[in-house]
């Protein structure tokens, strides 16, 4: 790399609006962040580092509400994940092993339409179809949209694993004697975790994320955290929020992260080089 | 190439690993093999030769079972095997990016084909040790594929095929990764392996000179045909057709057209008048008088000759370039008829000078270095 | 074995092929009766008969897109006026989208290329944190966004501390603060493809751009952006798209007066007040418009050499 060669590369002025970018993402959130320590009841103003509202969010008035909705949360999202990637991981062999055929394309739309539809089209659509069934609309309605729009996020970096890892393992399993499915067991799928993890965590995220068609398909009584969030809010924003904002985005930067490592340790494994 | 469509009957008979008949395989409208006979012996080192595309590869999945025949049959050890999916089938492959499991160590992987056999433990690792042995990676059964060399890695994936003692061993490109060097002492190592293991070898290459050492006999294959099969010396001195003289080593090819035919003589004429004795197939029987074709004469099998030698199978031309390439040297002659043929000479036969460009050459063809091919 | 003998043993090319049915089917099945039948349940309900309580009433009626399009209705004795508040709110939604898309352009083009062209190292770092952002929940993003320019918010009170200005600056609850919230949500959504683009891209060509006597702006302008282009379309509809729909934007910083598309059918649903009809038409809409842009997107992409 000479320096000639960086210098063509560079242009005045990239390197600030790409801080300025970083600045523009991250200041909304540090300043929740720090004035979810601020002693003081009234928002604005600091009046010293405390932790008050995060003991708050725990045992203050509150909490209940938070408890439960941080449970439903939590459940949801797991079974999801746990839904999602799987049915995403079968669909993503199907879709990398299997060559070319009629209707590829349509199958590979059908998989990520979930992404492709604006939410609050299918919050309507998912709303309607459970009114129309006369599915009462709850716990069980929550998950069963939550699966289908974590397909495509879990579908998405398993495919793209997949594509990297040569099909002449699964063939040498098979000549050697193993099963499909001992092929799947032994072979394809631990060399193909580090994308079933990344697709998990996302698909855990995304869940744990959403709040637009929860609204929509959650019904009287059942709360998921964002949208008890969002219905406190509409009150005003109270420092309790912006502790229990910080400690899910905490969750979330802790996820990302996790992937986001995972992903690397996975590249930097034989596999992808020796395809 | 008729000739090889052997009766199937003759297929359970002892001698014969595999036996292939009238094999075609069809993607859509394209087709990769054309009704495909071949028959391999038990213990032999048979090698699939030709360019990429020409359906080596193919044939070898299909012997693998990793595709289906769209018609004929395919017979191991005489039963037929075509719905016998991979799994069930005694045969193993070494796969040409070795692909040995990533997340597994040398031993397992060796292992794999064992356990997955339900072979019992103890034996299996036994059997695991003898192969490591074998390639001469004992110490290295802890390691995992990536912290190999690339040759070892090839002998891990020859040892781990070999494990679960396979009647045939079919082998894909199996030393197109490695360097040059390697891959010639590969060679060796690898028909040594042969022996000591006593197994039918299938060896797909688009490496002329790898199937020339390796094999007891080659199949040259193009567009989906069997071209010729036959010892390296067959196909080197008597290629069947043009496909087969011109991709396996250099020859120059001469239009001619036969004059008459004595048993597997035969007199030529060169477009300029010319004659040319040459030899022929025995069961090339359409050839006779008038038939035209070509002849093939192999760059050694020319002979620099004094000008007005009368003896004959003699061509006269001027040297347009001679080309210096450390052991030989190459003239490139344009024949008085046109034609440009390529001379080469062994450096160390020379003491005289060789004729520099715009000299005139004679040309004597060495006695049974010429053949007349009808296709 | 005479004549063709074409039985399949399920192992036809990889070693998964044969099972691609099977292994497809649980996504297919879970999609289409999830998203596609309700997807078509909601064509069939925006022409339904509203039910004044929330619902439909099972007869066909125009009622829906009548309402949506025309003053007094299409059937009415009055010579027939085009209904401005919903188109407007629809016009209104597609400028705000489009705005967000050119000013998430405007930063996201220079920082993808500047992280693109950073040392290796660098590069994940900036990377990763371009990508935390796109990961956390876009509801505590926004409200994040609200906490901040609200009239006793933070920046309103440093600004006014510093003595910059006397008095509040007013952006809640204004198109401005609504522009500012698709902005900041959907940022990342453009960065992430550009990177991706860039990085692909074969410097060498720029090399000999200059060689042959470009200048920088021209290189940028004749051989980068055209290379990269698809890239920067990808990114633009991953901003659009969304921002179009958005919800938590408009409904969190925009207040009752700034409505766009998300808020105007999730007002239809809301209690008893709504329209299902009317909110499933306009959602079939939205869902159209989407659909228009996202073919054009893909014939883009069917043309490229």
Redesign the interface.
């Known amino acids: 790399?000479s320096s000639v060669?960086e210098r063509?590369?560079?242009?005045p002025?990239?390197?600030v609006?790409?801080a300025?970018?970083?600045v523009?993402?991250?200041?909304?959130?540090l300043?929740?962040m720090i004035?979810s320590f601020n002693e003081s009841p009234s928002?604005?103003?600091w009046g010293g580092f405390s932790l008050t509202w995060y003991v708050d969010v725990f045992t203050g008035s509150e909490s209940s509400k938070f408890k439960v909705a941080a449970w439903n949360s939590i459940s949801i999202a797991l079974m999801a994940t746990i839904g999602a990637t799987?049915?995403?991981t079968?669909?993503a062999?199907?879709?990398t092993?299997?060559?070319y055929?009629r209707g590829k394309s349509l199958?590979f739309a059908?998989?990520n339409?979930?992404i492709?539809?604006?939410?609050?089209?299918?919050a309507?659509?998912?709303?309607?179809?459970f009114?129309?069934i006369g599915f009462k609309t709850g716990y069980l309605s929550i998950l069963?949209?939550h699966?289908?729009f974590c397909?495509p996020f879990a579908?998405l970096p398993i495919a793209a694993r997949l594509q990297g890892i040569?099909?002449?393992?699964?063939?040498?399993?098979?000549?050697?004697?193993?099963?499909?499915w001992?092929?799947?067991r032994?072979?394809l799928l631990?060399?193909l975790l580090p994308g079933v993890v990344s697709g998990a965590l996302?698909a855990f995220?995304v869940s744990?994320?959403d709040?637009?068609i929860t609204n929509?398909v959650k019904g009287a009584g059942v709360e998921t955290l964002?949208t008890a969030?969002?219905g406190a809010?509409k009150q005003g924003?109270k420092p309790n929020?912006?502790a229990i904002?910080t400690l899910?985005?905490l969750v979330?930067?802790l996820?990302?992260?996790v992937s986001?490592w995972i992903g690397?340790v996975g590249d930097k494994?034989?596999?992808v080089?020796?395809? | 190439m008729n000739k090889l469509a052997n009766d199937n009957e003759s297929s359970a008979a002892s001698g014969v690993a595999v036996q292939l008949s009238k094999v075609r395989k069809q993607y859509g409208g394209a087709i990769a093999l054309h009704d495909v006979s071949l028959t391999i012996q038990d213990k032999e080192f048979f090698t699939l030769l030709g360019p990429s595309g020409c359906g080596k590869t193919t044939l070898l999945r299909i012997i693998?079972?990793?595709e289906n025949v769209t018609a004929g049959s395919v017979y191991l050890h005489g039963k037929e095997i075509a719905n016998l999916?991979?799994?069930?089938r005694p045969?193993?492959?070494v796969?040409?990016?070795?692909?040995?499991?990533?997340?597994m160590s040398v031993l397992d992987n060796i292992l794999?084909?064992l356990q997955?056999?339900g072979t019992p433990a103890g034996q299996a690792k036994k059997r695991a040790r003898a192969m490591l042995e074998l390639v001469q990676l004992q110490e290295f059964a802890n390691r995992?594929?990536?912290q190999l060399s690339g040759g070892q890695q090839q002998r891990v994936a020859l040892a781990?095929?070999l494990a679960?003692e396979p009647e045939v061993l079919l082998l894909d490109e199996p030393l197109s990764a490695l360097d040059l060097k390697l891959r010639q002492a590969m060679r060796i190592e690898l028909k040594q392996i042969q022996e000591e293991a006593g197994i039918t070898f299938i060896f797909v290459t688009h490496d002329q000179e790898e199937a020339l050492t390796m094999s007891d006999r080659i199949a040259v294959m193009s567009a989906g045909n069997v071209q010729q099969v036959g010892t390296s010396h067959d196909i080197y001195d008597a290629p069947a057709n043009r496909f087969v003289a011109d991709f396996i080593g250099e020859s120059n090819l001469l239009e001619a057209q036969v004059l008459h035919r004595i048993g597997t003589e035969v007199s030529c004429a060169l477009p300029g008048g010319v004659q040319v004795q040459a030899e022929i197939s025995a069961d090339a029987t359409d050839v006779s008088s008038g038939t035209a074709g070509h002849l093939c004469i192999r760059p050694e099998r020319l002979r620099l000759s004094m000008p007005n030698d009368p003896s004959l199978n003699v061509l006269t031309g001027v040297v347009v370039r001679q080309i210096y390439l450390g052991t030989d040297t190459q003239l490139v002659v344009k024949l008085a008829e046109g034609q440009v043929v390529q001379v080469r000479t062994q450096n160390a036969e020379h003491n005289s000078a060789l004729p520099t460009a715009g000299s005139s050459v004679d040309l004597t063809i060495q006695p049974g270095g010429v053949r007349f091919l009808s296709a | 074995m005479a004549g063709g003998t074409l039985q399949n043993t399920g192992?036809d090319?990889?070693?998964?092929?044969g099972?691609?049915?099977?292994?497809?089917f649980?996504?297919?099945l879970?999609?289409?009766v999830?998203?596609?039948?309700?997807?078509l349940?909601?064509l069939v309900?925006s022409f339904l008969t509203k039910e004044f309580r929330g619902?439909v009433v099972w007869e066909f009626s125009l009622a829906a897109y009548d309402q949506f399009f025309f003053d007094r209705g299409l059937f009415g004795d009055e010579p027939v006026k085009i209904e401005w508040t919903y188109i407007n709110i629809f016009i209104r939604s597609i400028v705000q989208a489009s705005l967000a898309t050119v000013f998430c352009l405007l930063?996201?083009f220079?920082?993808a290329?500047?992280?693109a062209?950073r040392?290796a190292s660098s590069r994940?770092i900036?990377l990763?944190?371009?990508?935390?952002?796109y990961?956390?929940?876009?509801?505590?993003?926004t409200?994040?966004?609200?906490?901040?320019i609200r009239d006793?918010?933070?920046l309103n009170?440093w600004l006014m501390q510093a003595g910059l200005i006397s008095e509040p600056f007013h952006i809640i609850n204004t198109n401005i603060a609504v522009q500012l919230g698709l902005f900041?949500s959907y940022?990342?959504f453009m960065?992430l493809p550009i990177y991706a683009a860039v990085e692909r891209f074969d410097?060498a060509l720029?090399?000999a751009a200059?060689d042959l006597y470009a200048n920088?702006w021209t290189t940028?302008r004749r051989i980068l952006i055209p290379v990269v282009r698809p890239g920067v379309i990808a990114g633009c509809i991953l901003v659009f798209?969304?921002s179009?729909?958005a919800?938590?934007a408009p409904d969190?910083l925009g207040g009752a007066k700034n409505f766009m598309?998300?808020s105007l059918?999730?007002e239809q649903?809301r209690g008893s007040a709504g329209n299902?009809p009317f909110?499933?038409a306009a959602?079939m809409i939205?869902?159209s418009l989407?659909l228009l842009v996202?073919m054009y997107y893909a014939r883009s992409e069917s043309r490229r050499p």
């Open positions: 790399m060669g063509i590369k560079s242009y002025g990239f390197g609006l790409a300025v970018c970083l523009l993402l991250y200041a909304p959130l300043i929740v004035y928002i604005t103003r799987t049915i995403a079968a669909a062999i199907g879709m092993r299997s060559g055929w199958s059908l998989i339409l979930p492709m539809v604006p939410e609050i089209v299918t309507v659509a998912t709303l309607i179809f009114s129309a069963l949209a699966i289908v397909i579908y040569s099909s002449s393992y699964e063939e040498a399993a098979i000549d050697l004697y193993a099963s499909r001992q092929a799947f032994y072979v631990p060399i996302l995220i744990l994320d709040f637009l929509f964002p969030i969002f809010v924003i929020i912006m904002s899910m985005l979330s930067v996820f990302v992260t986001w690397r494994s034989s596999v080089a020796s395809k | 693998a079972g990793f999916p991979a799994n069930k045969v193993n492959t796969f040409q990016q070795y692909s040995l499991f990533p997340h794999f084909g997955m056999r995992l594929p990536s781990r095929a679960p | 192992v090319g990889a070693a998964f092929a099972l691609r049915h099977r292994l497809l649980p996504s297919w879970t999609i289409g999830l998203l596609v039948i309700p997807v349940l909601m309900y619902g930063i996201g220079p920082t290329y500047y992280i062209t040392p994940a900036w990763f944190m371009i990508t935390v952002p990961w956390v929940n876009l509801l505590i993003r409200v994040s966004m609200k906490f901040l006793t918010g933070p009170h900041y940022l990342p960065v410097f720029v090399e200059h920088r940028l798209v969304p179009l729909g919800f938590l969190l598309i998300g059918i999730e649903f299902w909110g499933a959602s939205l869902l989407v996202l």
